[in-house]
Each structure stands twice: as structure tokens, then as C-alpha cells.
């Protein structure tokens, strides 16, 4: 049996529940739903080793708590057995493979206790058994998150249903693209026709990842749903989901192929949040460590079940080990118990009880609230280093974030496109049965690290995004995101100008910052802090450390906050986007989009890009020309008068 090794973080994203990825030995393998990954008959299984918890997280996904992937332990302690040699199934996908001699096709199974070997005639002379089967690269995928095998004999045979079972292969005739892909019916591996194989049958697989625009239905309109037996008797989805071994399921969307390392063949949807304290400075890390104990969170819980927000310390004291707390007051006992239980909030717009996510605002702004000060706690802590005289006209408040917790919960995926996800579909798909909400839970992964947060000064902002040419540049985004968008079925979102600007502000100064914190990009992360909503007006950018092993916390990102520093970061920031390595090409493209969906302007690897996994919109709405100015407009941007 085929096994590999893969980071826990990955199996949330992006190899999370139904993602695919390529093992050591060459098997392209599918992550299996998490029905399985705790194996309930273990004795030796101590789940609070793994059990993590977010108030607020919790209550905007509706689950109990999160759960760390497993991670691979081979040998325990002398004294303790628990979680040893915990792993996260996978399952062999795709079935279907080829041969590369002799190119013959076969379906197998899910399951890869053994090698598949070709059988055919052709290796009948060879020593031992028929050389092994590699996996093809196509897949079949529906936009709503299903993906099969694709359908060689159908789509070779033109038919739903086809009567000929004959053998099919698959030749490459040397072309560049697909139509240089031939799958055969009834042909010898050297590609002749051979009437006792089958029937003859031959079609390229020219076109097979092709979309088109949405019907009247709201479906997209595809080459393989559409072409495969005619435009009069289209070919729909199975509903297969692999991952939880089901061959089929109730789907009737369209489906097309693509090619299974692609990247819209899987959309992780993961949720993220920083922890933020009920009372802070009273729960210390150590009394947070205690809450993964199974003899203490069970014992919360159930005080939570009949007392819920009246519970009182006595009652706590009654039902925990008094060894465990005696040497914590009152106060700190009934703070943690309401940490665990987001007891006491004073936001709870975000999570309104509704089958879908508030937007983003709404939930990031108890966040901004927090950050923007000072708080001192040992979950979240931040200082005010102060601003320099020469940032101070564009900047209105710095802080130094030594300590954040992020929790990030995968919470579902899509296929296709990154379209919308409800959270109760997004769920249902990681998982055969739900699980009652009381014993819910979903994968996650905890980050502990540093940041500097700034925000912009409000004035300042005010005027700039009053005129009418910074309005328009932010329109032209705007419009074309929204021509996309409305061809997806998708939800609109206002993309204002500072939206973009600060946006792209952060992807400059991350750059900037990997020459002098010490982190690579893909240890550092944006969180925009962005809303023009009446009670929630909001101009914050948190950069912050992303990667959860020992990168985490060298210091070296709060150290960038002092005053010099900053200065110094953001000059050099501001004087690399003056001038891009592909200039003038990247600002001249920008006035006609660039980028994922065109949605940038003055955007490219050259200036503003940064790896998907430290960006928040996937590299999409950035445009220089808002921070800098153009070359026609040099006082467009934001920090066009800001003196280097």
C-alpha cells in the first residue's frame, strides 16, 4: 500500500477534503472525507490532543469546536501509547489508467492495496507480470464540487449508453494541445485497426476543458456536456464524489473535463479568524492549554448545557479537578468558561444564525476594534511604536503586533470556478453523514505569530477618495469584476478606491518586507480591514506571519514597525512601484486589465504580485496606479506626493 508525507496545514489547504495530490511513488490519490480520519475503535485515540477552539469561529460555522489534522506519530512515550501512527486517508483517483507501451485503458477501483499492471496480450512474452499502469490526467468536474473519471468510452463512442465494450487506448499523435489526444476503439497498440478489438471508433480530446457563457437556466454551457452525444441529448454530471467513495449522488449540472493538476479543479473556502480575548489579560495561555483536556472541555460543555451564560464559578468548581484550578480566582475560571463559549460578546452581527456568511466587514470588524489599540494579552498583544513625522500625513495609527493566534477552518470547497458557497453545502461535502451541531466540528490549523497592523488617516483618506479620477480608475476594476461576476451567478461587492488602493499597499510593502524581515512571501500574509458602512468605517491593513512552524515568531516583522524601519520599508516600497521591471508595458496593459479575470490594472509578478496563499483575493484588484499615480496621472495615487 502506497503512503506519502504532507504538511498538516495542507490538509486544510490547499490539499484539503477532496483535493488530489501526487504521492512519492507517482499515485495521484484523493484526501478522503473526514468520517474516517479518527478512527473511532482506536484505544489509544485522545482526541484532545487535536481539539482546538474559536469562539467566534465557531459560532459564524455553527460547530461545536476544530480538530488539527492528524499528525503522524511512529513511536509514544514509555509511558504514553496515545495517538501513535494516525494518519488521513486517501483513496487512488483517478480509476482510470493507461499503459504507456501498449496504451490501453482500464478503470480500476478507489482503493490501492495493489499495483495496477497491464493485462493485455501484447506482454504476454514478458518476465513476470505486465508492466505497471500509470493514472491518466483527466478528470471530469461540475461546479458543484463533483469530479469523476473522465468518460473516455462515452465521449470515443459518442453516446450516453454505449453498446461497444471493446478495448479503448489512448495514442498522443505529437500535437501541442488536446487535439493531439486520440482515444481509439478497436485499435493494436501500434495503432492499427483491428476489427476483433472493437468497433473503430476515434475521437481527439480537442476541447473537453472548454466553458461557455450561462443559458437561460443559469447553467454554463460546456463542450463535453453539450458535444459528447449532441447538442439535443446532453451529457450531465453523475454526481460522484470520490472522496467519500460514492460513485453517484442527485446532480444534473453541466460537466466538462480538466486536466486533474489544475487549477480550477479545486477551490479550497477557508475561514479564518483571530483570536480576540472575552476579558483579556485574566486567561493565561496556560489555562487555554487546559481547555484541550477531555476532562475538562467535556465538563464546560455540560455546565454550558443547563446553565449557559448564568453558569457561576461555584458550579464550575463542583464539576473540575480541584487540583487543576485551585490555583486560579474566581474571575479567571469564569473567563475562560466564557472565552470557550464567545459568552459576553459585544458584536454578534456576524453570526446571525442564518444558513450563509455576513460579509466581511460585519465579521472583521470586532477584529479591527481590538487591534487597533493596544490589547495586552497572551493570545493577542500589541504596542504603539510611534510614527514617523514623515508617514504621518498618509498614516494615522501603527501597531506592533508581537503576539495573534489565527484559526483557519476549511468549511468546503468548489470546483470549476471560485464561485459561492453556502456554508450548509460547503459542510455537506466534506463528510458522508452530518454530525449533530452540539458534536460538529471541521479541520483547522493554528498559527501563532507577529504583525504590524497601520491604518490610514482618515482625512487624508477622505479627500483623496472624493475625486472624481480616483473613483473612476477604482470603476474600471469595478465594472469589469462585475461583467465577470454576473456571468458566474456570483454575488457583486463594492471594490471602492481604498479597497484597491490598500490592497495593493500591502502586496508592495510584503515585497518589500521579505528583503528586510527576515520571512519569505509565503510566510506572510495581508488582512484588509476595509468598509465605508455607517458604524463600521474601516481603513486597516494587518500584515502578519502566515506559516505555522518555526517561522512563526523570529521577531523580525515587529521589529519592522519601529519608526525608522517603517519609514525606511515603505520609501523603498513606493520607489520600486514607480517603476516596474516590465514598464511601460504593465501600466499601459493595466488601462485594458491584466490578471486573473483582468480584474488589475497596473499589476504584475514584476511589481505587485504575491503567492496565492499570502494574498486574500488571489492576486485579483491591484492596481499601482491608485498608490503611485500613472504616467499620464503622476498625482493619481494615494502616496504620489509622498516625499522618498
Known sequence: MSSGSIRRAQLVAPFGVGAMSVLVDGTSVITAGLDHWYPKDDPNLALEDFVVHDWRLEA?????????????????????????KLTVPVLRFP???????????????????????????????????????SQVPFVAICEDGHVDDFPFDKWVHRSKNPDCTGVLRLFSTGGGGLEGQVVR?????????????GCGASRTLQGITMGGRRGDDGLESTVLTGDLAGRSDPYRCSGARPW?????GPCDKPVRGALRAAGNVYFPRVESSIFLPQQEGTVTDAMRELLKRADVGVVMNIVYSFAGADATPAMLRKQLAPELFDSYSDEQLLAMYRDLHGIGADDKGWADGSDDLTSDDIWRYPEFKRIRETPDDDALRATDPGIHADLSSHIGRVRSVTVLQETRALRGFTRGRDSELKLPVGKAMLRRRALPPDRDWLPAYVVKGEGIYLELAPDEL??????????????????????VITDRGGRLRDLSPRFVMLHTLGHLLINELVFTSGYSSASLRER?????????DMSGLLIYTAAGDSEGTMGGLVRMARQEHLRAVFASALSDARWCSTDPVCMDAGEKGQGP??????ACHGCALLPETSCEEFNRFLDRGLVIGTFDEPALGFFSDFAL
Open 60 to 84: 459564524r460555522l455553527k460547530v461545536a469546536g476544530f480538530r488539527l489534522p492528524p499528525d503522524f506519530r511512529s513511536v509514544g512515550s514509555s509511558k504514553d501509547e496515545r495517538n501513535v
Open 185 to 197: 476503439c478497436g485499435y493494436d497498440d501500434k495503432g492499427k485497426r483491428n476489427e476483433r478489438l
Open 95 to 133: 480509476r482510470c489508467c493507461f499503459c504507456m507501451y501498449c496504451k490501453r485503458l482500464k478503470l480500476t477501483t478507489l482503493s490501492f492495496q495493489d499495483v495496477v499492471r497491464c493485462e493485455d496480450r501484447v506482454h504476454e512474452g514478458r518476465r513476470g507480470s505486465g508492466p505497471r499502469m
Open 244 to 248: 467519500l467513495h460514492e460513485a453517484d
Open 462 to 483: 477622505a479627500t483623496w477618495e472624493a475625486r472624481d479620477e480616483v473613483q473612476e480608475r477604482a470603476d474600471m476594476i469595478a465594472h469589469r469584476y462585475s461583467q
Open 597 to 602: 479575470d483582468s480584474c488589475n490594472l497596473a
Open 528 to 536: 484588509l480591514y476595509v468598509s465605508q458602512q455607517s458604524g463600521r
